[in-house]
């Protein structure tokens, strides 16, 4: 999923001059009054009045997103892509392995004007990568290798608290987390061989 769909940019959807902002569904507008600031207003769905060339309005997605950390995600040509490549970490019993995952996110409404004007467009590299990969590395880093496929829901309810926790105050909300595989890697000098945990759908781990 690109960047354009969830922040969709300077509204081109105006109409009579700029006095009107057209708010489709699904989306959230925030307005930036030049002599004021951001202003602390959200304007849902809609045609809504404005101040032609003194007000400019900002268009985002309020629906539910899904950032997905998978192998073979490449963000080398867009820094805000929604995804990520596995994380690696190393377990409680010092065991190498990486975790593939899908994080779903939404923008907070009521605190949009609050993220646009503190954080900027560019909150997937700013916040939702680098908190996501933090919290991630460090709950399973807590815990055994045999311990993980055991603890599955809880691990997804516990990072969903976690990553609320970091997301709260910066205008998102985390709306769930769901593990959808994770290996073990052992390394012999050059060679790397990888094993699976356990699979999306799979409660016990492969053999």
Same mark, same amino acid.
């Given at each position: 999923?690109?960047?354009?769909?969830?922040?969709?940019?300077?509204?081109?959807?105006?109409?009579?001059? =700029?006095?009107?902002?057209?708010?489709?569904?699904?989306?959230?507008?925030?307005?930036?009054?030049? =002599?004021?600031?951001?202003?602390?207003?959200?304007?849902?769905?809609?045609?809504?009045?404005?101040?032609?060339?003194?007000?400019?309005?900002?268009?985002?997605?309020?629906?539910?997103?899904?950032?997905?950390?998978?192998?073979?995600?490449?963000?080398?040509?867009?820094?805000?892509?929604? =995804?990520?490549?596995?994380?690696?970490?190393?377990?409680?019993?010092?065991?190498?392995?990486?975790?593939?995952?899908?994080?779903?996110?939404?923008?907070?409404?009521?605190?949009?004007?609050?993220?646009?004007?503190?954080?900027?467009?560019?909150?997937?590299?700013?916040?939702?990568?680098?908190?996501?990969?933090?919290?991630?590395?460090?709950?399973?880093?807590?815990?055994?290798?045999?311990?993980?496929?055991?603890?599955?829901?809880?691990?997804?309810?516990?990072?969903?608290?976690?990553?609320?926790?970091?997301?709260?105050?910066? =205008?998102?909300?985390?709306?769930?987390?769901?593990?959808?595989?994770?290996?073990?890697?052992?390394?012999?000098?050059?060679?790397?061989?990888?094993?699976?945990?356990?699979?999306?759908?799979?409660?016990?781990?492969?053999?």
């Amino acid at each position: 999923m690109e960047f354009d769909r969830l922040v969709v940019g300077f509204l081109v959807d105006e109409v009579v001059g =700029g006095f009107f902002i057209s708010v489709p569904p699904g989306h959230i507008a925030c307005v930036y009054d030049r =002599g004021r600031g951001v202003l602390n207003r959200v304007w849902g769905p809609g045609l809504h009045l404005k101040i032609p060339f003194w007000q400019i309005a900002k268009l985002f997605n309020a629906q539910i997103l899904e950032y997905t950390i998978r192998k073979g995600f490449s963000i080398a040509t867009n820094s805000e892509a929604l =995804g990520d490549e596995p994380i690696r970490t190393t377990t409680l019993d010092n065991k190498s392995i990486t975790v593939e995952a899908s994080i779903l996110f939404r923008i907070d409404k009521r605190n949009a004007p609050e993220l646009w004007e503190n954080i900027g467009e560019h909150f997937v590299s700013k916040i939702v990568r680098p908190i996501s990969r933090s919290r991630i590395s460090a709950t399973f880093s807590e815990l055994r290798l045999d311990e993980i496929t055991a603890k599955r829901t809880e691990l997804e309810r516990k990072l969903k608290e976690e990553l609320n926790a970091q997301f709260q105050d910066k =205008g998102l909300l985390c709306e769930g987390v769901l593990l959808s595989e994770v290996k073990l890697v052992k390394e012999v000098g050059s060679e790397r061989s990888i094993f699976s945990v356990f699979k999306s759908g799979e409660e016990k781990p492969r053999e």
